[in-house]
């Protein structure tokens, strides 16, 4: 090991050594950290959990017996009967796959996709179709839902630009 490659180890040894240290200086034992778990930021946009007096609340969705329910307007198929999970907040995972997820955040009337891995047009262009699908509407009346569509691949140069995208086959922006 040449010269310059010791003295850049050495360097790391001792700023991890420093950065260790001071984590225990901040963080006593028995202490819980500073940030309260419903803020750690997640993989994925589900699950989520929020502090009920901190974000807006509506009721979860109530089943119809028709099988469609009103989002802001729209009729849309009841997704909730065949979603994957509903957690306690009432945020419904709609899909998840190794290519995308689907949420809806009833709190907030709207839909988060994901689009994973480093094909993002391809897992976002299957996304929307599955959204059009499991809804059943148009595009026109999806781009009149508030949806939003991220992508988990850091390495893609669209993913940090401005972190949420709306609908391809709608022209305007979240």
Not at 84 to 105: C, H, R, T
Not at 151 to 161: K, L, N, Y
Request: aromatic share 10%; with cysteine; glycine share 6%.
């Amino acid at each position: 090991m040449d010269k310059k490659k010791r003295l850049i180890l050495i360097g790391l040894l001792i700023s991890l050594f420093i950065g260790v240290i001071i984590f225990i200086i901040l963080v006593r034992p028995g202490e819980k950290p500073s940030v309260p778990p419903s803020l750690r930021p997640t993989a994925t946009a589900f699950p989520t959990q929020f502090e009920v007096t901190q974000f807006p609340t509506k009721t979860p969705i109530t089943p119809s017996d028709t099988g469609k329910i009103n989002i802001v307007g729209v009729e849309v198929n009841d997704f909730s009967k065949s979603a994957k999970m509903v957690n306690s907040a009432g945020d419904v995972l709609i899909e998840s796959n190794n290519e995308f997820q689907m949420v809806y955040l009833p709190a907030f009337t709207q839909f988060i996709i994901t689009a994973f891995g480093p094909n993002y047009n391809q897992s976002r262009q299957k996304a929307e179709r599955e959204l059009l699908k499991r809804l059943g509407i148009s595009e026109d009346n999806a781009c009149r839902l508030t949806v939003f569509v991220t992508f988990m691949d850091p390495a893609d140069p669209r993913a940090g630009d401005k972190g949420n995208y709306n609908l391809s086959f709608c022209e305007h922006e979240p």
